[in-house]
């Protein structure tokens, strides 16, 4: 089994974990949700590292490699797009899709 499809598993056994709780810090919920797989190394981080706890530190990461992760990360939660487990593109993977309110919220916590 390649490391990623090992990835896919352990996210899904995460996201069907119904003891899981969510990070809780000052970001709103939709954000805990990225942070559980992006940015909690001492956990069980199953996806690339991502400082979703701190937008401006996401923000400057994005910067440093020329990509705006904002535009990403609108992309990535389009609820049009297929889901990440099912072998689209779109987070939370394994997740239902952000509805609109959460998605801009989202969006409005990683700005500021
Ligand atoms: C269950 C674990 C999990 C959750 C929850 C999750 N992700 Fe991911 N994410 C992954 C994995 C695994 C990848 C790598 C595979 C891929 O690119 O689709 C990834 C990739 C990404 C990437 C691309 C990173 C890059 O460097 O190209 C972005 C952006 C992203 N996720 C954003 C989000 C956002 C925003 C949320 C919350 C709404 C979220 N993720 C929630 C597991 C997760």
Not at 35 to 50: F, R
Not at 56 to 80: C, H, L, M, N, W
Request: with cysteine.
């Amino acid at each position: 089994m390649d490391a990623s499809a090992e990835k896919f598993i352990q996210a899904k056994q995460l996201t069907d974990d119904p003891t899981l709780e969510l990070p809780s810090g000052p970001w709103p919920r939709s954000a805990a949700m990225c942070i559980a797989c992006h940015d909690q190394p001492e956990q069980k981080l199953v996806g690339p590292y991502l400082p979703f706890k701190s937008p401006s530190k996401f923000r400057a990461v994005g910067r440093s490699i020329g990509i705006d992760y904002i535009a990403e990360v609108k992309r990535r939660t389009d609820p049009k797009n297929i889901s990440a487990d099912k072998g689209g593109h779109r987070m939370p993977l394994g997740q239902r899709a952000l509805d609109e309110a959460e998605q801009a919220e989202l969006i409005h916590y990683l700005e500021n």
